[in-house]
């Protein structure tokens, strides 16, 4: 199925709707995942537009950041003009390790949890997990970046 949706999206036809989950999820967890993801989908055209834009600087950063702190989350102020190269980008602004997301308390949730579980999940490699943050609207967006963004190594 990744092949196929690859191929219909560099043909230049719209995908709506998808979503890929490894094999060995859950089904319940797969459900939740299309939950959150139906739930932060307001300003969502907007916001993969900006990633296919700017996927090249978004990875670097995220790749840069995940080899000095581990795995986390890109965060992205929202709405937001254009992403800065990474090294214009100082040292602890635009990403929270998930060491600073996953406290003593909420490791038990981490099963339950989509965006604490997308955070553990990810192939750095080849996906980085980018929160887009509206502090006016009060909405917080989460989007995997990969490869459809281009995103490639």
């Known amino acids: 199925m990744p092949v196929h949706v690859k191929d219909w ?85 635009g990403y929270t390790p998930a060491t600073s997301l996953i406290s003593d308390a909420s490791r038990e949730s981490i099963s339950t949890d989509p965006m604490l579980q997308a955070v553990m999940r990810y192939n750095p490699e080849q996906q980085a997990i980018v929160s887009f943050v509206n502090d006016v609207a009060g909405t917080m967006n989460i989007h995997i970046l990969t490869a459809v963004y281009g995103y490639t190594n």
Not at 11 to 29: E, R
Not at 37 to 44: A, H, L, Q, R
């Open 9 to 93: 999206v560099k043909a230049g036809n719209p995908v709506s709707c998808v979503v890929i989950v490894p094999q060995d999820l859950s089904i319940g967890i797969a459900i939740e995942w299309m939950e959150t993801i139906v739930m932060c989908s307001g300003e969502s055209i907007e916001q993969r537009a900006y990633l296919r834009q700017h996927a090249e600087n978004i990875a670097a950063f995220a790749k840069i950041r995940y080899a000095r702190q581990g795995r986390g989350i890109v965060v992205i102020d929202w709405p937001e003009s254009d992403f800065p190269k990474p090294e214009d980008i100082p040292e602890g602004i």
